[in-house]
T-cell receptor, first 113, second 116 residues
Framework: NAGVTQTPKFRILKIGQSMTLQCTQDMNHNYMYWYRQDPGMGLKLIYY???????DKGEVPNGYNVSRSTTEDFPLRLELAAPSQTSVYFC????????????FGSGTRLTVV | AQTVTQSQPEMSVQEAETVTLSCTYDTSESDYYLFWYKQPPSRQMILVIRQEAYKQQNATENRFSVNFQKAAKSFSLKISDSQLGDAAMYFCAYRSAVVAGNQFYFGTGTSLTVIP
């Protein structure tokens, strides 16, 4: 059982480049999330999805886009990368009931230079 | 939006001793859940313990227990018999049962060092 799989684990981007962070879960979770983690700031929600075809903005969505064409996949797209997007990105999934915790991916460390 | 505050950026404990990590939160909701997550240097987020707000009894998982004070909006984590493997960043998290998406709100974390 793979859980939540994130790729890549590390990436260096140049300013203005674009990339997609991949996230796949095999637990049939309806809810999926993207967070970014900056030092001393905890985790901030970028986007979330409550099911295939449904996405919504979180606290810090600017500069990102998502799609959810299937239950399993929730990719995060960075367009025109900026140094402010240097961070560690986590994908997470969950059952819809709030008493469940998240299952997290292993994170992607992204550096924009 | 709900806020979660961890006022101790860093803590240290001697191996085999007990340490308590503090967490407070602000909410007007009555239905919610509270969690503690551990993040070791591997970066993987690991669920440590969960507390339902409607339960008065404090949750316990082996050496980990919480002190949940609902009226004070306080949710501290106690680690007993600390082990070297407990060294990590610990995040307190609030999960709404009413906000769309049931998203988590995280504190800024407490870095725990275990001294041999």
């Amino acid at each position: 059982n793979a859980g939540v799989t994130q790729t890549p684990k590390f990436r260096i981007l140049k300013i203005g480049q674009s990339m997609t962070l991949q996230c796949t879960q095999d637990m049939n979770h309806n809810y999926m999330y993207w967070y970014r983690q900056d030092p001393g700031m905890g985790l901030k929600l970028i986007y979330y999805s409550v099911g295939a075809g449904i996405t919504d903005k979180g606290e810090v969505p600017n500069g990102y886009n998502v799609s959810r064409s299937t239950t399993e996949d929730f990719p995060l797209r960075l367009e025109l990368a900026a140094p402010s997007q240097t961070s560690v990105y986590f994908c997470a999934s969950s059952y819809s009931s709030a008493n469940y915790g998240y299952t997290f991916g292993s994170g992607t460390r992204l550096t924009v230079v | 939006a709900q806020t979660v505050t961890q006022s101790q950026p860093e803590m240290s404990v001697q191996e085999a001793e007990t340490v308590t990590l503090s967490c407070t939160y602000d909410t007007s909701e009555s239905d919610y859940y509270l969690f503690w997550y551990k993040q070791p240097p591997s970066r993987q987020m690991i669920l440590v313990i969960r507390q339902e707000a409607y339960k008065q009894q404090n949750a316990t998982e082996n050496r980990f227990s919480v002190n949940f004070q609902k009226a004070a909006k306080s949710f501290s984590l106690k680690i007993s018999d600390s082990q070297l493997g407990d060294a990590a960043m610990y995040f307190c998290a609030y999960r709404s049962a009413v906000v769309a998406g049931n998203q988590f709100y995280f504190g800024t974390g407490t870095s725990l060092t275990v001294i041999p």
